[in-house]
């Protein structure tokens, strides 16, 4: 059975940093492109960051770029999502994604994303 687990997520101040992890299984995360979407309350579902199955290529929303950097590891059929430089606005819930198409539409479009995580939250408040 195909499963997409986040962990990593809490509570932080702003400025600090958080890791986020999403382990697969019952699939190789190479053969798909990734992806972290988030939502905080009230809001739709956004695309923070996807990275592609065979290049590497990543695609990663202006409201985040320079802070957040996705990566993955292939030997742990996982994928990160590395976020510095937190700021109130990223507190939401982050749900990792799988899908076929490229990391932007993707990212940009929801209905690309075939399997979702169950989420993990993140805050960042003083």
Do not use: H
Request: proline share 2%; aromatic share 10%; hydrophobic share 30%.
């Amino acid at each position: 059975q195909l499963q997409l687990v986040e962990s990593g997520g809490g509570l932080v101040q702003p400025g600090k940093s958080l890791r986020l992890s999403c382990a697969a299984s019952g699939f190789t995360v190479n053969y798909y492109t990734i992806g972290w979407f988030r939502q905080a309350p009230g809001k739709d579902r956004e695309g923070v960051s996807c990275i592609s199955s065979r290049d590497g290529n990543t695609n990663v929303a202006d409201s985040v770029k320079g802070r957040f950097t996705i990566s993955r590891d292939n030997a742990k059929n996982t994928v990160y999502l590395q976020m510095n430089s937190l700021k109130p606005e990223d507190t939401g819930v982050y749900y990792c994604a799988a899908g076929l198409s490229t990391v932007q539409l993707m990212c940009n479009m929801k209905t690309f994303v075939t399997y979702w995580g169950q989420g993990t939250q993140v805050t960042v408040s003083s």
